[in-house]
Nanobody, 131 residues
Framework: EVQLVESGGGSVQAGGSLRLSCTAS????????MGWYRQGPENECELVST?????????YYAEFALRRFAISRDNAKNTVYLQMDSLKPEDTAVYYC???????????????????????WGRGTQVTVSS
């Protein structure tokens, strides 16, 4: 029932920007904690950014994402965004949109597309940064 569809990935040169979108269905996005993971050359996913769905506003960014990435949401459009600026070649990865059903607790690293019921994954969108 829960579906997450990422879009906005593509190829860009170092220093460029991309805006990823995650369109959700099957659940009330406004009540959900959402985040982005990415999978680079390693076989596991690393947490990029999260945004709290209820309560006080809170955003988390991995160290590599600080000041360069920005997470946001538009609940009316059932969409979460990840604006990525000043992209670097090491940002090349598949980026996954994830719904957190684990009380807003996130693992910094975990298996990509884990079938744990506490995490719901999209199919991912490829980001490639050249140079």
């Amino acid at each position: 029932e829960v579906q997450l569809v990422e879009s906005g990935g593509g190829s860009v040169q170092a220093g460029g920007s991309l805006r990823l979108s995650c369109t959700a269905s099957g659940f009330p996005l406004g009540d959900s904690h959402m985040g982005w993971y990415r999978q680079g050359p390693e076989n596991e996913c690393e947490l990029v950014s999260t945004i709290r769905g209820i309560g006080t506003t809170y955003r988390y960014y991995a160290e590599f994402a600080l000041r360069r990435f920005a997470i946001s949401r538009d609940n009316a459009k059932n969409t979460v965004y990840l604006q990525m600026d000043s992209l670097k070649p090491e940002d090349t990865a598949v980026y996954y949109c994830v719904r957190n059903a684990n009380g807003g607790e996130w693992a910094e690293k975990m298996a990509c597309s884990s079938k744990d019921d506490s995490y719901y994954w999209g199919r991912g969108t490829q980001v490639t940064v050249s140079s």
